[in-house]
């Protein structure tokens, strides 16, 4: 487990998972691979916390690799979870998941993905979106940032000049913002990564890569 600052902790084997420690509890930004949420349970008893505290789960988008701890996490901690509206169908199991935009570009790795564990499903109590997340943990909005999956949300944290959970929306090159190699180059992609650059934070964290701890606002808009 890595400390990205005081509170927010971050946990990665394959994919990236955060847990947020504050006042009234823990909340989860994404939860990993499925059959790996045991990585998070160890990285809660290292802050002196258990899934008793976990009040809530965000999830960014509702690929395998970002949920697939979810339904065990929420049957431990009987945390609500959220999601977009788009997602929270594949995440409910009521619509088949959306392909990583990567497969059309390396179509090879697609027989790779039919062995892989796949994420249970499980239920989504609050549908959230830009302008309407009233319900989310105090201090967290969500930012629309469609293009990776069509209902992907980002998370802006309200702590220590904001901290932005950015998810699959884009990735962390050395300090610079990128595309990622998961994502194609389409419109709508690179609308959400602008997007993202009309927003203040002083640090983000990106689904496959490092963070980014200091003036992560500018090199969004560098982008």
Not at 145 to 167: A, K
Request: proline share 4%; with cysteine.
């Amino acid at each position: 487990m890595e400390t990205v600052t005081d509170g927010v902790y971050l946990i990665s084997r394959g994919s990236n998972a955060y847990i947020v420690d504050g006042d009234d509890g823990v909340v989860l930004v994404d939860t990993g691979l499925p059959k790996r949420h045991g990585l998070i349970i160890e990285g809660l008893s290292d802050i002196g916390r258990s899934t008793k505290d976990v009040r809530a789960i965000l999830i960014t988008h509702a690929h395998f690799d970002h949920f697939g701890g979810a339904a065990a996490l929420r049957s431990a901690s009987d945390a609500a979870v959220y999601a977009s509206h788009v997602d929270a169908m594949i995440i409910r199991g009521d619509k088949p998941a959306e392909p990583p935009p990567v497969l059309e570009r390396l179509p090879f790795i697609t027989s790779l993905m039919t062995i892989m564990p796949q994420a249970a499903s499980l239920a989504v109590d609050h549908i959230v979106a830009e302008g309407f997340d009233q319900e989310l943990p105090e201090d967290f909005t969500a930012i629309d940032t469609p293009g990776h999956t069509e209902g992907h949300l980002s998370y802006l944290l309200n702590r220590r000049g904001g901290i932005l959970f950015v998810g699959d929306a884009a990735n962390n090159a050395n300090g610079s913002i990128k595309r990622g190699w998961f994502n194609r180059s389409t419109d709508t992609i690179e609308g959400s990564i602008h997007h993202l650059a009309s927003f203040e934070f002083e640090t983000a964290v990106f689904g496959h890569s490092g963070p980014l701890r200091s003036g992560a606002s500018a090199a969004f808009c560098r982008y």
